[in-house]
C-alpha cells in the first residue's frame, strides 16, 4: 500500500526535561447562553427558535505548561461544530491576544444539537429569514469573542498542579447505523471508554479541572430548549460533585453512535428526564475513574500538527445536477445550487483539506486530535495501535468539515459513508483510501511528538 503524502504545516515540540511534578494547569469558562432568538442548531428542516433555556451552555478552556514549556490550551464548546473560517479568526486573535501558535490550541466541540446556529457551519442546512441571519451573525461574533476571553482567564488561571490520567466505561452508545432502516444487518462497534484527565491543584490537593469524554452524538434531545444535552448535564454534575472544579466535555469518535434508547418528542419530560440521566451515567463514570488509581503524567508536553489531503469522488456534472434541480427542494436544492455556482467557476473542488493534531503528555497519555465527524473505527483503530491504556481519541476538532466515514463505512454506504456528503456541500463521497491517509498523518504526528 503507498503510503499518504503528508503535509506537516506547522510542527512544535517541546521536549524540556522535567520532574513530573512541574505541570501547571488553569480552568476557565465563559456562558454562551443567547439572550435573543438565535436559530437553534443541528437538525435540518424548518428554523427552531428556542423556547426556554433549560440550563446555560458554556465555552471551558483548559490551560496546560509543563516546566518552562509554551503553554498549550484546550477549548470546549457547547456547540454543534465551528467552520473553518471560525476556527481561523478564532486562532488568529489566539496568537495575537495570547501568543498561542496553532499547535498549542485544541478547538473541540461536543455536537450539541441544542445551541445556536453559528456563522457558516452546516450553512446548507438552514433556510433563514434575513432577521434569522442577523441574529445568528450577531451571536457568532460574540462566540469569536467568547473564545479569546476564555483562553486569557485560563492561561491567567495557571498555578502548579499535579495531571492524572485514567479510563472508566460508559454503555450510553449504540452504533446507530444498525438502528436506520435497514442497517440491522450492519456491524456495530462502539467506544464505551470514558478518559479522564484531572489537574489537581497542588496547594490544595483539590481537582480544578476535569477533562474526560465520550464517543457518541449528542442527540438526546431535538426539541426548542437550550441546554448542551447529555454532555451538558455531566458537566453540572461533576461540578456539583467537585465543588471549585471545571468540567470539560470533549466530544471523541461519535459519528456513528447515539444515545439509545432517545426520545425524539420535542421537550418532553421523559426525554429531558433521559438526557440528565445518560449525564448522570457519564458523571459517575468520571467520578469512579476520580476515586479509582488514576496514573500521574511525567511530560514533557510535546504538541504536533499537520494536514494531509482527502479526495473526493467525481461526483454530478453539472449538466445532471441541472436536469435534478426542478425537481429538487430544501437542502437538496440548496445544495444543488451550490455545487452549480461551483462549476460556473472551474467545478466543485475535488479534495477537502484535512488538519489533525497530537498532544503527547509523555509516555503515559498520547492524545490526538482529529477533524470532522469522525465514526468511532478511527479511535478503536489509533487505540489498537498505540496502547488502548494510554491514548485518547477525540473527533470534532477544527472545524466541522463532514462526517468522516472508515473505509468499512465508506463501502457500507447509508447516511455516515456516502449520503451525508451534500449537506456539507462536497460534490461526493470521499475516495476509498480516506482511512488510510488519516491514520498515516495521525501516526506521522504522534512519531514526531515522540522523538
Known amino acids: ?89 478564532i486562532a488568529t486573535r489566539a496568537k495575537k491576544i495570547h501568543g498561542l501558535e496553532r499547535g498549542q490550541l485544541v478547538l473541540n466541540c461536543s455536537h450539541n444539537h441544542s445551541c445556536p446556529v453559528t456563522g457558516d457551519v452546516l450553512w446548507l442546512y438552514y433556510d433563514l429569514t434575513s432577521e434569522e441571519e442577523k441574529a445568528r451573525n450577531a451571536y457568532t461574533e460574540r462566540i469569536n469573542n467568547f473564545y479569546s476571553e476564555v483562553i486569557g482567564k485560563a492561561l491567567a488561571n495557571l498555578e502548579p498542579a499535579e495531571l492524572s490520567y485514567g479510563q472508566g466505561l460508559a454503555g450510553i452508545a449504540v452504533n446507530r ?24 491543584d497542588r496547594r490544595t490537593g483539590k481537582p480544578a479541572a476535569i477533562l474526560f469524554g465520550y464517543s457518541c452524538h449528542t442527540t438526546t434531545l431535538s426539541g426548542t430548549t437550550i441546554n448542551g444535552d447529555y454532555s451538558g448535564y455531566a458537566q453540572i454534575e461533576l461540578e456539583n460533585r467537585f465543588p471549585g472544579a471545571v468540567a470539560l466535555f470533549a466530544q471523541n469518535c461519535g459519528g456513528d453512535a447515539n444515545p439509545l434508547p432517545r426520545l425524539m418528542t420535542q421537550d418532553s419530560e421523559r426525554a429531558l428526564a433521559l438526557a440528565n440521566g445518560y449525564g448522570n451515567i457519564l458523571a459517575e463514570a468520571v467520578t469512579q475513574v476520580m476515586g479509582g488509581s488514576m496514573h500521574r503524567l511525567s511530560g514533557p508536553l510535546a504538541s504536533a500538527l499537520g494536514e494531509t489531503e482527502l479526495l473526493l469522488q467525481p461526483g454530478k456534472t453539472a449538466a445532471q445536477l441541472r436536469a435534478e434541480l426542478p425537481k429538487s427542494g430544501g437542502l437538496t436544492a440548496r445544495a444543488t445550487k451550490h455545487l452549480l455556482r461551483q462549476w460556473e467557476n472551474g467545478g466543485p473542488p475535488d479534495r477537502v483539506p484535512y488538519p489533525a493534531q497530537v498532544w503527547s ?59 451525508c456528503m451534500l449537506e456539507y456541500g462536497h460534490r461526493a463521497p470521499y475516495m476509498p483510501d480516506v482511512e488510510e491517509r488519516i491514520i498515516t498523518l495521525a501516526n506521522g504526528l504522534a512519531k514526531a511528538v515522540r522523538r
Not at 443541528?42 to 451552555?57: A, Q
Request: net charge positive.
Open 361 to 419: 503528555f509523555g509516555p503515559g497519555l498520547t492524545f490526538f486530535a482529529l477533524t470532522g465527524e469522525t465514526v468511532v473505527d478511527y479511535s478503536l483503530r489509533l487505540k489498537r495501535e498505540h496502547g488502548f491504556e494510554s491514548t485518547w481519541v477525540a473527533g470534532y476538532n477544527n472545524d466541522l468539515l463532514s462526517y468522516v466515514p472508515s473505509r468499512r463505512v465508506l463501502l457500507e454506504g447509508g447516511y455516515e459513508g456516502t449520503d
Open 1 to 89: 500500500m503507498k503510503s499518504t503524502r503528508l503535509a506537516i504545516w506547522a510542527l512544535l515540540l517541546v521536549t524540556l526535561s522535567c520532574p513530573a511534578s512541574d505541570w501547571q494547569a488553569g480552568a476557565a469558562k465563559v456562558d454562551i447562553t443567547p439572550t435573543g432568538q438565535v436559530p437553534l442548531a443541528g437538525y435540518g428542516g424548518k428554523t427552531r427558535l428556542p423556547s426556554r433555556v433549560e440550563h446555560p451552555i458554556w465555552l471551558k478552556a483548559i490551560a496546560l505548561r509543563h516546566g518552562n514549556g509554551k503553554p498549550h490550551v484546550l477549548v470546549t464548546a457547547d456547540l454543534v461544530g465551528l467552520s473553518q473560517r471560525m476556527v481561523k479568526e
Open 177 to 200: 447505523r444498525r438502528s436506520r432502516p435497514g442497517g440491522r444487518a450492519l456491524p456495530g462497534p462502539v467506544d464505551h471508554d470514558v478518559p479522564v484527565l484531572a489537574a489537581t
